[in-house]
């Protein structure tokens, strides 16, 4: 994979009320609220896979501590733009991206920024849920260890299972393996994971898409929680979950662009893009 981490970015600031106004190459998408001290900010981003190009000069600022909702019809790119934020793409070996991506203003893909650093500071959980063939314990305190944060190991085990909403269901058996839980406990005790070393960020492709409706809706409320701490990105293919739970919304439409990104309200009540229109309304997609 290869990077173009210096890419062309002109920013100026309102001194009147901070907020940050932007100018660059590529064109900001419809709606385009503005977002103060955005922890993730792409800026022109380009993502090829050999010769086809998945994504087309995405910029897109994701406020803090919020759910923000990627949607939009398959093959369109969002699980692209998701895996360009903590570097993910990095292990397709015919994807290229170009343009930037900031994590609080660094760019993830400097030279000298370690992948797996970066998601620690950047979790994911994946669509289907993937526990390792461990313990419950050990699923949790795996990314732990291997980081050298074992000091009050179970602490932090607690803590994570109890913000996954988990632990009550589990406190008892710790020790069994992850994978006798149920498909919405996996999912949970995948959170707990990517939770555990204490990320920033949390990216979460299609979570519930697997899952059951009592277990769906426990991940949704999950979700929301979870953004009182952590900046929260999902994608989902669910518009009535994204209304539910998200803050904001990002919709890709297809070819790869960035159409809308706004208020979740105004996304679903009134939107500024014809296409959004008839994409929210079912008239595609
Ligand atoms: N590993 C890959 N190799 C080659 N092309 C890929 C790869 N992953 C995705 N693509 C292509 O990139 C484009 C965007 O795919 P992506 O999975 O990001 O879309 P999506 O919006 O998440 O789709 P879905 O909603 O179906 O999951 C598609 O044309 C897809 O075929």
Known sequence: MTANGGGQRTVSTSESDGARTESTTGDAPLGSP???????????LDVYYG??????????EIPEEQVTALIGPS???KSTFLRSIN??????????????????????????????ALRRKIGMVFQKPNPFPKSIYDNVAYGLRVQGQDENLDEKVHTALERAALL??????????????SGGQQQRLCIARAIAPDPEVILMDEPASALDPVATSKIEDLVEELAEEYTVIIVTHNMQQAARISDKTAVFLTGGHLVEFDDTDKIFENPESDRVEDYITGKFG
């Open 87 to 116: 570097r993910m793409n990095d292990l397709i070996d015919i994807a290229r991206v170009e343009g930037d991506l900031f994590f609080r203003e660094k760019n993830v893909y400097d030279e000298d920024v370690d992948p797996v």
């Open 34 to 44: 503005d977002i103060v001290d955005p922890v993730i900010e792409a800026r022109d």
């Open 51 to 60: 010769d086809d190009q998945a994504l087309h000069g995405i910029n897109l």
């Open 75 to 77: 093959g369109c790119g």
């Open 168 to 181: 009550e269901e589990v406190e008892d058996q710790l020790d069994s393996s992850g994978l006798d839980l």
